[in-house]
């Protein structure tokens, strides 16, 4: 069973600085691209930031200069830095990860972790 476990949320003043972390457990053979997606009431969910295996990144232009991902492969576990945040940066972050598990690729999404932005 492979589960991915996210922490680090949590409630922050704009302009503040939060640090999310994905660690994914379990019997993982190798971690593909990782990266982090988030949800706002009534909206669809979007794309924040996505890494490769090899540490090529692709942010969404909302959070550009503002967020920084980073992985750790030998712990298969993705980190989403967040500083100067907005309060339309509130969200359930999910994290995603492209995982190779019992010789079979597959996609596997975190439990969400819920920020909030606000004075």
């Known amino acids: 069973q492979v589960q991915l476990v996210e922490s680090g949320g949590g409630l922050v003043q704009p302009g503040g600085s939060l640090r999310l972390s994905c660690a994914a457990s379990?019997?993982?053979?190798?971690?593909?691209?990782m990266g982090w997606y988030r949800q706002a009431p009534g909206k669809q969910r979007e794309l924040v930031a996505v890494?490769?295996?090899?540490?090529?990144?692709n942010y969404a232009d909302s959070v550009k200069g503002r967020f920084t991902i980073s992985r750790d492969n030998a712990k298969n576990t993705v980190f989403l830095q967040m500083n100067s945040l907005k309060p339309e940066d509130t969200a359930v972050y999910y994290c995603?990860?492209?995982?190779?598990?019992?010789?079979?690729?597959?996609?596997?999404w975190g439990q969400g972790t819920q920020v909030t932005v606000s004075s």
């Open positions: 995603y990860a492209d995982l190779l598990v019992a010789f079979s690729r597959n996609g596997y």
């Open positions: 379990g019997s993982v053979g190798s971690s593909y691209a």
């Open positions: 890494i490769s295996s090899g540490g090529s990144s």
